[in-house]
């Protein structure tokens, strides 16, 4: 993964984690608006090209939000495996707060640094980790 990549995984890895979890309690819920018509709105034409099975419909839907939240998990679990290669204190807490979802600035005047400096860190904790990620990427292709 190139060094941009590996930047904006960090930068959306709260989000994705909010979201998974927001996703994975939604589909627990089971029923909502799953039951068939009944009166006149039965006996109405049904649009073409889909199915008229509220069930199926449910699932297929279910199916594409678990792609999604497999999708965000591969991606989580990409930064969780390279977290341990930054060894810098500094580094480590301007990760630990970019993971957090805190913004430069917040995270400038929290560590009493300018925003450009924080943002040299940024740079420099995506540059490790993608030196990391290509080695290992490397080492499969050559196995």
């Known amino acids: 993964m190139t060094e941009k990549q590996i930047e904006e995984l960090l930068k959306d890895y709260h ?6 979890r927001v996703m994975r309690e939604n589909l627990q819920d089971v029923g909502g608006k799953l039951t068939a018509q009944y009166g006149i709105e039965a006996a109405m034409p049904k649009a073409q090209g889909g199915s008229s099975d509220p069930v199926y419909t449910e699932v297929v839907r279910r199916s594409k939000h678990f792609k999604t939240i497999e999708g965000y998990e ?17 580094e480590k807490e ?3 707060w970019i993971l957090e979802g805190k913004g430069y600035s917040w ?4 560590m009493g640094l300018s925003h450009t400096h924080i943002k040299r860190f ?20 050559c196995i």
């Open 15 to 20: 989000w994705m984690v909010n979201s998974v």
């Open 74 to 90: 591969n991606k989580i679990k990409l930064i969780q495996e390279y977290i341990h290669i930054i060894q810098d204190t500094r």
């Open 94 to 96: 301007v990760l630990h």
């Open 107 to 110: 995270i400038a005047r929290h």
């Open 122 to 141: 940024f740079s420099s904790i995506a540059k490790k980790i993608s030196k990391d990620v290509q080695d290992v990427q490397n080492v499969q292709k």
